[in-house]
């Protein structure tokens, strides 16, 4: 795993010191060497985190031997062997024995083609000299991030993190007003936009090119809708869950390659238990180290589950209680943030991937099993308001706020008291905004009033179930639990858990490798009918049934706890771990009224509502704002891995 960072220009000579100064703000990425490509009017950087052939050889940038290409690459190609002995036949010569010359090879071999090849997780820059042309591209899921700004010349500036792009003096650090308005709504940002106006990411599955007339639109190479309007027929359940089991298998088996220390997050899930137990099926129990985070409000706890599996299993296994997040360490975290991110899980994951580190620099994850399979509890809430979307809005609305008057605020967990109200909130709405809503941070009425007069009508404008309809428009026909799940894979699963994933663990120098993203495994999951995946209000059925020769029954059918922070808990704390600086600041007061901000925090203090997301949101936005406006001159642009 790595960091890249470029910049085009066609107008000026390229810019050394710059790209310099983006990659090495990139050094927690990739601490073991950094590289840098200038001719032309072309600059690349990389910083490597150094995985597989660690030869010095196989730094970056790295320029084919004809000299004709040279590549910037963030990532792992799990075929890289078999492209490589496919490659070798057509006459190929490899120097490495990595995956990132491969990439160059396929390319030469292939052009734009050689994409539909690549099986991984990957974001790369590679610059064709004598076409004069740059290529960027992301992978199928969007697990590597990919930031570009157009320059005025036609030209480009892209790297792994926004905060690289930002060492550009000549970017515009201005608020994307679309942008906040989503971070409102959701506690992240949605790809089509980033939090700084002007920029751009690119989309899971897209390239752009780059020539002298400037950039490209972005063009999607793999198309995960096709596999949801084409089902595949199996004959029987055991059927679907042998291919199931099988595909899950041939995702492990590739991601275990690596010549560094390897090991696997383990929550006791279904999701990452079916993964740790593949790992011992190739390598033997003795030989897998696996790590859980754990809190202590019981609600929150997932260790005693996580070390009952890896009782079970045999494998090593190593956890810590997370303590309480204090107010001081709210800067460090968004410091490795590109954008405003609030989603709970970022504290444990970032202090699980600590820990993870201490011991390994590769760790498989369990993430994607519940977009694939059905496994959120919102899809419940689905099949819910399917089967009563008869009931008349006013009376859902009047009962709503019967349950507000009446259920205790509990600051648990997702709640009942929290379900309840969720549910109850969108109830009244068609789908697909019922599906957003269940996720929903602040309503749009709430986001409005919220921010200051000036910014409420480009606030009230930019509503983020746009897109989520968007999505839902394009799987008509389809049946509406398949339609909700694909929204979930465009929004969810790309803007928030893999943000989450990258940057919490690229934090400490440390790789994800998410199994059940493997697209051959995505692409078998969408085109099964939805009968496999929930039946009847069971969810992840077919996985389940695919587990159930290798797991015991009381960990394949445990029920989902998810994996959050006690947050609620936090922001009313007490002594060391008080929140209270927090309350005595003006939370963004360019851009939030402060009165507003102040009845968040009397509502938290009388437990009158559980605004804990809230709250978290507007830090999470304020210290980001923070940081972004600091003189280049007071930011760190190599902060310690």
Known sequence: MCGIAGRLSWQHPANRHLVTRMTRSLAHRGPDAQG??????????????????????????MVHPTGEQVIVFNGEI?????????????????????????????????????????AGMFAFALWDEPRQRLLLARDRLGKKPLYYYPLADGGVAFASELNALLQDPQLPRQVNLTALSHFLSLNYTLHQHPMVQGVKRLAAASYVVVEQEGISKEHLYWDLAHYFHNKVHYNSDAEAAEACNALLEEAVRPRLVSDVPLGAFLSGGIDSSAVVAAMCRFQGAEQVTTF???FRQASYDETTKSLLVAKLLGVNHVEEMVEPVTAHMLPQLVRYLDEPFADTSLFPMFRLAELAKKQVTVVLTGDGGDELFGGYST???????????????????????????????????????????????GHAHGQPRAHYSWRT????????????????????????CTHFEEAWQQMAGCHYLDRAMYVDFKTWLV????????????????????????HRLVEFAASLPVRFKIKGLQRKHILKRSQSTWLPANIVHRRKEGFSAPVSHWLIGKGENDFSQFRRLALAPDYLR?????????????????????????????????????????QETEPNS
Request: glycine share 6%.
């Open 594 to 634: 402060q009165d507003r901000v102040g009845q968040l925090w009397n509502d938290m203090a009388d437990r009158t509502r559980d605004n804990g997301m809230r709250l978290l949101g507007l830090i999470m936005f304020h210290l980001w704002l923070e940081k972004i406006n600091r003189p280049l001159s007071h």
């Open 292 to 294: 859980s985070a754990g």
């Open 441 to 464: 941070i602040f309503q749009e009425q709430e986001k409005v009033d919220l921010v200051l007069p000036e910014w409420q009508q480009k606030v009230a404008e930019a509503d983020p």
């Open 36 to 61: 840098i490509y200038c001719q032309g009017p072309m600059a690349l950087g990389h910083r490597r985190l150094s995985i597989i052939d660690l030869d010095p050889q196989s730094n970056q940038p």
């Open 495 to 518: 803007d928030d858990i893999l943000v989450k994933v990258d940057r919490t663990t690229m934090a400490h120098g440390l790789e994800a490798r998410c199994p059940f993203l493997d």
């Open 379 to 425: 899809y419940t809430a689905d099949q819910l308001h399917h089967v009563s979307r008869w009931i008349p809005g006013w009376l859902t609305h009047w009962i709503g706020r019967a349950a507000d008057r009446l259920l205790p605020v509990s600051l648990d967990k997702v709640g009942i008291d929290f379900q309840i109200r969720q549910f109850l909130s």
């Open 78 to 118: 799990y075929n890289f062997q078999e492209l490589r002995r496919e490659l070798t036949a057509l006459g190929s010569r490899f120097v490495t024995k990595g995956d990132t010359e491969v990439i160059l090879e396929a390319y030469r071999q292939w052009g734009l083609g050689c994409l539909r090849r690549l």
